[in-house]
T-cell receptor, first 114, second 114 residues
Framework: AQKVTQAQTEISVVEKEDVTLDCVYE???????LFWYKQPPSGELVFLIR??????QNEISGRYSWNFQKSTSSFNFTITASQVVDSAVYFC???????????FGKGTHLIIQP | DARVTQTPRHKVTEMGQEVTMRCQPI?????VFWYRQTMMQGLELLAY????????DSGMPKDRFSAEMPDATLATLKIQPSEPRDSAVYFC????????????FGDGTRLSIL
């Protein structure tokens, strides 16, 4: 069975600080996909990134970066120079097939204070 | 941009009533997912279809929930009879198997059972 753990329930930082959201996953498959989604206060789920298990290259997109380490089964997400608009709940998710159902973590509520 | 469309956006009804939620997937997507979000359980996969055939509905309470895809442009999730514990946000998502594209989520149906 697959499982995603986001141990940080809530994080609060002051604007412009860097913040890292942790994600640890469990799966028996050798082929799997990892995702991050953002859920702002308006409630929709916004896709941020997808990574497959064969691609351990870290990725940077603007102020966002992701660190994938198979050795520790982690897929952490860092926001650099945080902004108030980054305030949201962030979900890490796992799929054992590229187009199969997602198993979500419980989410991390990120609060960026001005 | 193509979007997944869910109706209704909000639904309030009394216990025992039938509830039907609808989803129009993105044109060309062959996989449709239903998820439920609650405070206690977080985001859970209820069921999903590929090419209109049900692939997995193990996350769905069988006695009162049913999911169908009458055609490629419509997926439905029905609850009969509804109970207060069914109150949640129900998300539909669609995707394309064997592609590099992630699932796209609709804005959800916020369901309240009184």
């Amino acid at each position: 069975a697959q499982k995603v753990t986001q141990a940080q329930t809530e994080i609060s930082v002051v604007e412009k600080e860097d913040v890292t959201l942790d994600c640890v996953y469990e799966t028996r498959d050798t082929t799997y996909y990892l995702f991050w989604y953002k859920q702002p206060p308006s409630g929709e789920l916004v896709f941020l990134i997808r990574r497959n298990s064969f691609d351990e290259q870290n990725e940077i997109s603007g102020r966002y970066s992701w660190n994938f380490q198979k050795s520790t089964s982690s897929f952490n997400f860092t926001i650099t120079a945080s902004q108030v608009v980054d305030s949201a709940v962030y979900f890490c998710a796992l799929s054992e097939g590229g187009a199969d159902g997602l198993t979500f973590g419980k989410g991390t509520h990120l609060i960026i204070q001005p | 941009d193509a979007r997944v469309t869910q109706t209704p956006r909000h639904k309030v009804t009394e216990m025992g009533q039938e509830v039907t939620m609808r989803c129009q997937p993105i044109l060309g997507h062959n996989t449709v997912f239903w998820y439920r979000q609650t405070m206690m359980q977080g985001l859970e996969l209820l069921a999903y279809f590929r090419n209109r055939a049900p692939l997995d509905d193990s996350g769905m309470p069988k006695d009162r929930f049913s999911a169908e895809m009458p055609d490629a442009t419509l997926a439905t999730l029905k609850i009969q009879p509804s109970e207060p514990r069914d109150s949640a946000v129900y998300f539909c998502a669609s995707g394309l198997s064997y592609s590099n594209q992630p699932q796209h989520f609709g804005d959800g149906t916020r369901l309240s059972i009184l």
